[in-house]
């Protein structure tokens, strides 16, 4: 039996998504933010769906949307959510997005929840209770060697962070056995959770863009840090390496190694 705030994140998820699949292939950019950086209407139209549909389920609880007013994180019971995890893919057709829906908790994830509406790939976690894929029960990969690595990586808008990332991914690729953009990091972080890649690094997410994704990669039993081998313990802006704990090593000893270099 799901809880109430599972029930509700994922019914959120699943009818934003059946909006999405009807609607993709007409996404009109609205808000040009920077370079590949943009704001279709269906960010907005998702942003309003899922907004309502918690609000009416949870009258007290806040609410922080990428498409909405920044607002600090508080102590209270707050909604985290990412209407569409890959506008630039929707923008241009490639067929690679997600809903991302988190509820956090003394600025912890309790819920997390991400749906990729194409494939009809739903991934869900609670804290304490385990991540799921379509309802079976997900692990990290353990069994992976590390150059049979298949990892996951993004650039995202920031053209520092975005270097950052090239020269990891130049420094990685002789070590493992390929590198893989989905342009969703929430996605890529659930095909972590899910064991489809190894492990996933970028140097600067939102914390909409982490918020559902890192609760299902640690109910999963895997491990997240950032870049500096900190711990990640709240979404916020900043870096992350996630994956099981010898690819987090791994990814790690390479960028610290590349720094020094
Ligand atoms: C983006 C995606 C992408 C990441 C970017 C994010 P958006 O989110 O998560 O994978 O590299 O940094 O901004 O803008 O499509 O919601
Ligand atoms: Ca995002
Ligand atoms: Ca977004």
Redesign the pocket.
Known sequence: MQSPPVAVAVAAAQEAGAYLRENAANAAIVVTKGRG?FVTGLDLAVNDLVQERIGTAFPDHHFLS?ELAARPLSEEPTWIV?P??????VANRFPM?TVSIALVERKRPVVGVVYDPLLDDLFVAEAGKGATWNGESITVRRDVAWHDALLGF?????EPASSESMALAAALRPQVAGLR??????L?LCYVAAGRLSGFF?H???P??MAAALLIVQEAGGEYVAMNGSPVTSPQVGSVIAGNAAIVTKIREVERARRKT
Do not use: P, Y
């Open positions: 950086d990428e990412d569409i995890d890959g506008t630039l893919n997005f993004d650039l995202g808008h920031n953009i989905t342009g969703s990091a929430a890529a970028h600067r997410l939102e909409w863009d």
